[in-house]
């Protein structure tokens, strides 16, 4: 017991020992700064949690007024290539600079992985790629300036101005991709914005740093000096900078003991080299081709070809003596004689077309094409666009619509392929093609045992704001989508043989969307309808 008291007391004596600590004023006195500290944490704190909610208040709120005015107002506001660029750029880059931060210290919340997962039907990196893909397409293919472009302005349709950060950031890619040409064509741009904005979106010197070397790599290396001694000058330890300023340098003097060797050899200055040679879009051969450039040209709405027998051309009414056509003939005109090319008017009503989207939008899937020397279908950077196939008993108008192509054309449907449903998103484009199977072709359609491709259908589901058109390359002729109306022509003459003035194509959609419809009727279950011919050219 008196060994337990003993402990007991020796046990009290360390515990006040050990509480010395606070035991006198001035240690008293430390504490309460540390809690002032601490209080002035806390408010800290606070000040930048309610800075940060301040912060996500105004997302929500600019996220809010997106998608109600977009919903409640112009539903294709994202039609338009620039906003859908602008779009596709606010959830990948965007998000990730001002939006994703202010989530990183609360990435458990439950509202975190509510917005994670509604991330899912976001565009992501790859939609933004394909978003400047497209705008580049067209920018090339309308001849679209790049200033005009910046302000939002298609033609005579508007859409959000850009800035210097979205210019940026087109050119930022396009140079990731080696395309020097539209690098310098967007930097340029963002460097004449940035100039202009109070609160800049993109450092100037940034800018500098990727239009430089763009310069330089499409032959223009005094600018590209230019440039990267005005980047040293704002970043005088840029390593690289410093070493490109050294080769331009030396190249310039090469460039200038040439000129003056020449010049003692009593030599001419070469004057071969082209004004523009520093801004001209660089082409592969394809795209050099006349056929390419006449793509090109009738999509702008241009006229290529000079047709003598334009005054033959006639609108009609047609029944084919077709029962149901008697009750409701075809509204025919003639766009070309020989390839005969008519358009059909009014063929598919609107009640018509919305059932025929409403099953096809969830079969979408990315098209394909017939590899000539597989005969498999695959998908192809020259067709941009998803589609969908529908059968006969899907619904009942697809059973109407398919009837309705068999009466007009007076050809069988038994053997036709499915009919098609297409829909060409930003910039979709089906680059020239036949739709037929050329004879060296042998594997095309061998898996559907119902011969060539003997004609085409082409319905139109909605106008198109501005490209968008069908265009025939060896005839030089354009068809315009106009709703509801329909394009036939035949691919094959009576003799089977191909028919190569069809060659066409599907230019890329400017503003708005596009949906087709695609009806390949075959060969096989023909042969008494449309008989053959001793006539090759008939």
Not at 266 to 288: A, M, Q, V, W
Not at 390 to 404: A, Q, S, T
Request: hydrophobic share 35%.
């Amino acid at each position: 017991m008196k060994l337990w008291v003993t402990c007991l007391a020796f046990a009290c004596v360390a515990t006040l020992a050990s509480a010395e600590l606070f035991s006198s004023m001035a240690h008293l006195e430390t504490a309460l700064y540390a809690e002032r500290d601490i209080a002035v944490a806390i408010q800290d704190y606070i000040h930048e949690e309610e800075k940060r909610l301040d912060k996500l208040k105004k997302i929500a709120s600019d996220f809010a007024d997106h998608s109600e005015a977009a919903l409640a107002g112009d539903k294709n506001l994202l039609a338009n290539p620039i906003n859908a660029y602008l779009y596709m750029k606010r959830f990948t880059l965007d998000w990730d600079k001002e939006v994703a931060p202010n989530f990183q210290s609360d990435s458990e919340s439950a509202v975190h992985k509510k917005i994670e997962e509604l991330k899912g039907y976001l565009p992501n990196y790859d939609d933004l790629r394909g978003a400047v893909t497209a705008l580049l397409r067209l920018q090339d293919t309308y001849q679209l300036d790049t200033n005009q472009l910046a302000q939002g302005r298609i033609r005579s349709m508007m859409a959000k101005q850009m800035s210097a950060s979205d210019c940026f950031e087109i050119g930022k890619m396009t140079y990731n991709n080696d395309d020097y040409y539209h690098t310098t064509l967007w930097m340029e741009k963002a460097m004449n914005l940035v100039a202009l904005e109070k609160n800049r979106t993109v450092q100037r010197m940034d800018i500098l740093d990727y239009l430089a070397f763009s310069l330089y790599k499409q032959g223009n290396v005094e600018r590209a000096l230019v440039l990267t001694n005005e980047l040293l000058a704002l970043l005088p330890h840029h390593t690289r900078a410093q070493n490109n300023r050294k080769y331009y340098e030396k190249l310039l003097e090469e460039q200038r003991r040439k000129q003056y060797r020449r010049g003692e050899d009593g030599g001419e200055e070469d004057k071969t080299e082209e004004p523009n040679k520093y801004t001209e879009r660089p082409l592969d051969e394809y795209r050099k081709s006349d056929e390419f450039q006449t793509y090109e040209s009738l999509c702008r709405g241009e006229d290529t070809h000079d047709y003598k027998l334009k005054h033959k051309l006639k609108c009609r009414y047609v029944h084919k003596n077709n029962p149901r056509l008697l009750l409701k003939p075809a509204k025919e005109e003639e766009v070309y004689l020989n390839p005969w090319i008519v358009i059909y008017h009014d063929v598919v009503s609107d009640k018509e077309i919305d059932t025929i989207k409403r099953i096809a939008t969830p079969l979408l899937s990315r098209a394909t094409v017939h590899n000539p020397r597989t005969g498999k279908l695959e998908t192809a950077e020259y067709r941009v666009s998803k589609s969908a196939w529908l059968k006969d008993g899907d619904d009942p108008v697809i059973h109407n619509v398919n009837n309705r192509i068999s009466d007009i054309t007076g050809l069988s449907m038994a053997t036709a392929e499915e009919l098609q449903i297409a829909n060409y998103g930003l910039g979709g484009q089906y680059e020239p093609h036949f739709d037929f199977a050329r004879r060296e072709e042998t594997e095309a359609f061998r898996d559907l045992g119902s011969g060539n491709r003997i004609a085409t259908w082409l319905t139109y589901m909605t106008n198109v704001d501005a490209g968008g058109a069908t265009v025939f390359t060896h005839i030089g002729v354009k068809l315009f989508p106009i709703k509801g109306a329909a394009a036939f022509w035949y691919n094959l003459y009576r003799s089977g043989d191909g028919i190569f003035d069809t060659r066409h194509a599907a230019c890329p959609v400017l503003v708005g969307q596009k949906w087709v419809s695609n009806k390949w009727i075959h060969e096989r279950g023909q042969e008494f309808r449309r008989p053959c011919s001793v006539n090759m050219d008939e």
